[in-house]
């Protein structure tokens, strides 16, 4: 029902920037929040960022907060992961993810419905 596209990936020294971005498509009325996930090679897929349809509630796991900012503009179906002061440990996939219906931030990927392919990002030293 729900179709989601990250970008925005790509190649960046430490200290650096990257803003990442989530298309969604098809029956983008059921999404209720959506969130960022990361997975490094030998890692579980961890959580990053989330935030609700209208903005507002954003979380973010500890490793990230005060670095990366997310946001939402729903009028054009888009998410977006603003994401500074970049480490060698951000390196990962990142994946975009939304809930259905439910409007509440989360940090349990358990709780998503609709993940895109993931587009990587990766920090050298």
């Known amino acids: 029902q729900v179709q989601l596209a990250e970008s925005g990936g790509g190649l960046v020294q430490a200290g650096d920037s990257l803003r990442l971005s989530c298309a969604a498509s098809?029956?983008?009325?059921?999404?209720?929040?959506m969130g960022w996930f990361r997975q490094a090679p030998g890692k579980e897929r961890e959580f990053v960022a989330a935030?609700?349809?209208?903005?507002?509630?954003?979380i973010y796991a500890d490793s990230v907060k005060g670095r990366f900012t997310i946001s939402t503009n729903i009028a054009i179906n888009t998410g977006s992961l603003q994401m500074n002061s970049l480490k060698p440990e951000d390196t990962a996939v990142y994946y975009c993810?939304?809930?259905?219906?439910?409007?509440?931030?989360?940090?349990?990927?358990?709780?998503?419905?609709?993940w895109g392919q993931g587009t990587q990002v990766t920090v050298s030293s």
């Open positions: 993810a939304a809930r259905d219906f439910a409007p509440y931030s989360t940090s349990e990927k358990d709780d998503y419905a609709y």
């Open positions: 098809g029956a983008t009325f059921r999404i209720g929040a």
């Open positions: 935030i609700n349809r209208n903005g507002g509630n954003a």
